[in-house]
Structures are given as structure tokens and as C-alpha cells.
């Protein structure tokens, strides 16, 4: 089976580097988004997002021709589909417990959307990460809208449609690089699905392809992040324990991972990203009898952010008392960092964002923000200045450290109202 013709649907984190990619192999891609603006970008030979080297791959790419961005499907040999799954505005309740539903919308219309163009031959492959069973109703959805074809849920290895799940498991800022040598789970609905991504995805990356169930690929990456996500948990909670015991948490986890079986994370404001606060909740919704741990770490992380928005009043409530003369609204709130990691520009799900957001709207003083890894924040907090890290160092009253930015550890600085969320400084 030969793949001269891929298709990829949804242009972000995750669907422009991999189209890039295929396309840096000089395989014709056609790169399907709904984003105007995006598609306009691409089509220039730019990128709408921040990631390293992939603003060089992208450019060649479309200029040697492999690579356009359209928003309306075409055919093609092999479709990807990297489209978000996010939570409905609504949480069900199972058992008495309030669960974030996923939606599947995009998937859906992804779906919808390239049926139309589907011949014989053709491999479809989902890569959102997307609660287990999902590819199954992605093949439903085609099935329903092209009554002609046959598909693996009915016609097995004889099927005219490949389909097959391939989470991916790269890490931002490291993508380009991580797309190529990361091993690949390949989930398909029959082993010839399996093969045929394997075939497609060999055309670039390095790493080896472990074949599964679909179901199984579905689950791998959300145990991936879950596993993750309690990690982190557990150090989230530790350093709720020694805030009440006036113990230094940082000094704490360096003293015990001198253990030679013991690796504790680093506490933070919460948890960030499309994956590891998102994918746990995929699992929870599914079996929420049975994946208490899981739960209890998603409540644990989602709970640090109002632990610190509450250690932020408490040293406002300081700095009053110190400063006698002083209002709520004289006083000036630094928040440092936005992004949900270090020195990338991704907002996603980040507890940095959202606690700056909150302290905009309770406090009655000025709130600033240093993120050098963005220009603005109009789109997202229209209350907050974005300031630099020299004046926001030397002009405000209260400082809040939320992503361990590498110009902020590079920076020296100290001051009494410091809220220290990475230990940094």
C-alpha cells in the first residue's frame, strides 16, 4: 500500500507538526482546518503556533510544494485526525459524583467532513487522545455517512476502510524531535489496519511501532498521563502537608530522593496542558467505581490552585498590616508565568492562567503578568497588564511565581511578600 497523498484534520499542537512531517519526506499533505486564519498562515509558509525548528520544516514545505492547508477536506490515501476533545460545559453526575463529560463534536465532524471523500484503500487514523471506545464511534459515524463502504466493525480484514487509533505521546518543545524517535502504539480494528499505519507512519518516525487493539492504543495514553498526573498529586499534597508543618517541601524532596528507589516530582500551582488535566477524567467518566486513586489526584491537583490564590490574600493581608498607609487598591500583584509549563507559549488548561484570571477579578488593586513566551494577553485576561520581569520585579508590591520560566531561574531576586509555587526563588 502506498500513502502519496495524506491528509491531516486539525492544524494545532499536534496535526501541524505532523503533517510537517510527512511533508519534510515529500509526501503530498493536505493540512484541513476550520481555522481561517490558521489555514492563511500555514498557506504562507508560517506557523500560528510557538514550536522549535518547526517554522524552518513548515516554510520548506510549502514552498517545495508537499504542503497546503485548506479548509474543506480533499482526497487522499490516509487520513489523520488530531482534532480536540474537550469536556461538555455540563458535568454528569454517576453515583453521586460530578465527572466532566468528554465531547466528541470534533471527532464527529472530522468524521463527517471526510466521509464524503473516502474511497476503497483508504486508512483512517485517529490521533486525539479520546476516552476508550471512541474509535470505534469515529468508524460508526463513517459507516453511517457512506453506506456504500464497507468497514472493519462489519466486514473485518475485508473491509474497504483501514481504521485505527495512534495516540500521540510527544512532549511541547521537544515535538519535531519527539515525532520521529518516540516508539508508536498502533491500535487498529484488525491486524491489516494495524499494518497499514505502521506502513504510513514508518515513512518518518524512527522509533518502533507496538501494535495492540484500538481499544488498548485509547487506554495506553490516558494510563500514560493518569500515572502522571498522580505523581504529581502526591507532590501537590506534600507540600499542603508541610505548609501546615512549617517544613520547606523542596528541601524536604531533595532530602528524600536521595533515596535510590525514591524520584518525587516538584509541587506546583496545579496541573496544565490538553493531556494530564484533561485524560485522567476520560478514564473516570468511563469507571468511576473503580478509578479512585485517579479521581482523588484530578481533585487534589484541580484543588492547589485556590490554596494559592488563598496564600496570595493572606500575603496581601500581610502587606497591609505592614503598610498602614497603604489600600487593597494601591497594592500591585506580580504573577509570573501563564503557560501551563515552562518556556512554551501554550495556554491550554493552565493553572497559571486561571489563577492570575481569578485574582484580577477579586482583587481590587492592579494585577500584572511577566510571560515572555507570548505577546499579548488581550484574548485572555483583559484586566491584566503584561509587564516585563524588570519592572514587574521592581515596581510591584506582591509576587507570585506560577511556571518556572528558564529568565526567571536565571534571575536573582528577593522579597518578603513572595508566593514561590515552583520553589525557585
Avoid at 166 to 184: I, K, T, Y
Avoid at 326 to 352: H, M, N, W
Wanted: charged fraction near 20%; proline fraction near 6%; hydrophobic fraction near 40%.
Amino acid at each position: 500500500m502506498s500513502f502519496n497523498h495524506i491528509s491531516v484534520i486539525g492544524l494545532g499542537y499536534i496535526g501541524l507538526p505532523t503533517a510537517a512531517m510527512f511533508a519534510s519526506r515529500k509526501k503530498h499533505v493536505i493540512g484541513v482546518d476550520v481555522n481561517q486564519h490558521a489555514v492563511d498562515t500555514i498557506n504562507k509558509g508560517e506557523i500560528h503556533i510557538v514550536e522549535p525548528e518547526l517554522d524552518i520544516i513548515v516554510h520548506a514545505a510549502v514552498t517545495e510544494g508537499y504542503l497546503k492547508a485548506t479548509t474543506t477536506p480533499e482526497p487522499a490515501d490516509a487520513f489523520l485526525i488530531a482534532v480536540p476533545t474537550p469536556f461538555k460545559n455540563s458535568e454528569g453526575e454517576q453515583n453521586g459524583i460530578n465527572i466532566p463529560e468528554p465531547d466528541l463534536t470534533y471527532i464527529q465532524k472530522a468524521s463527517q467532513a471526510i466521509a464524503s471523500v473516502l474511497k476503497p484503500g483508504d486508512l483512517v487514523i485517529l490521533e486525539s487522545t479520546s476516552p476508550v471506545g471512541a474509535t470505534e464511534q469515529m468508524a460508526d459515524w463513517l459507516a453511517e455517512s457512506r453506506p456504500d463502504l464497507t468497514f472493519p466493525q462489519n466486514a473485518g480484514e475485508k473491509s474497504d476502510i483501514r481504521i485505527a487509533h495512534c495516540p500521540e505521546r510527544v512532549l511541547p518543545g521537544h515535538v519535531v524531535r519527539e515525532l520521529v524517535e518516540n516508539d508508536r502504539v498502533i491500535g487498529g480494528m484488525t491486524p491489516k489496519c494495524s499494518q497499514a499505519a505502521i506502513e504510513l507512519y514508518k515513512t518518518f518516525v524512527e522509533g518502533e511501532c507496538v501494535t495492540t487493539n484500538a481499544r488498548t492504543a485509547e487506554m495506553a495514553k490516558l494510563t500514560e498521563n493518569s500515572c502522571r498526573d498522580v505523581q504529581i498529586a502526591f507532590a501537590n499534597e506534600l507540600s499542603l502537608i508541610c505548609d501546615e508543618l512549617d517544613i520547606d517541601v523542596w528541601e524536604l524532596i531533595s532530602l528524600a530522593n536521595r533515596h535510590p528507589r525514591i524520584n518525587i516530582l516538584q509541587p506546583g500551582p496545579g496541573v496544565g496542558g490538553h493531556c494530564i488535566a484533561v485524560d485522567p477524567w476520560f478514564i473516570v467518566s468511563k469507571t468511576p467505581e473503580q478509578a479512585k486513586i485517579i479521581h482523588t489526584a484530578r481533585q487534589v491537583n484541580d484543588g492547589k490552585p485556590s490554596w494559592v490564590i488563598d496564600k496570595v490574600k493572606l500575603e496581601i493581608a500581610n502587606f497591609l498590616q505592614d503598610n498602614p498607609t497603604k489600600t487593597a487598591q494601591d497594592i500591585v500583584v506580580a504573577c509570573y508565568g501563564l503557560a501551563f509549563k515552562p518556556d512554551i507559549d501554550d495556554l491550554r488548561e493552565s493553572p497559571a492562567l486561571n489563577i492570575t484570571k481569578a485574582l484580577s477579578n477579586m482583587h481590587a488593586g492592579s494585577v500584572w503578568a511577566v510571560e515572555p513566551n507570548i505577546a499579548s494577553v488581550e484574548n485572555v485576561l483583559s484586566t491584566v497588564e503584561l509587564t516585563s520581569l524588570e519592572n514587574a520585579q521592581e515596581n510591584a508590591d506582591i509576587h507570585l511565581v506560577l511556571v518556572d520560566h528558564s529568565q526567571f531561574k536565571a534571575s536573582k531576586f528577593n522579597t518578603k511578600y513572595l508566593v514561590d509555587t515552583k520553589g525557585i526563588w
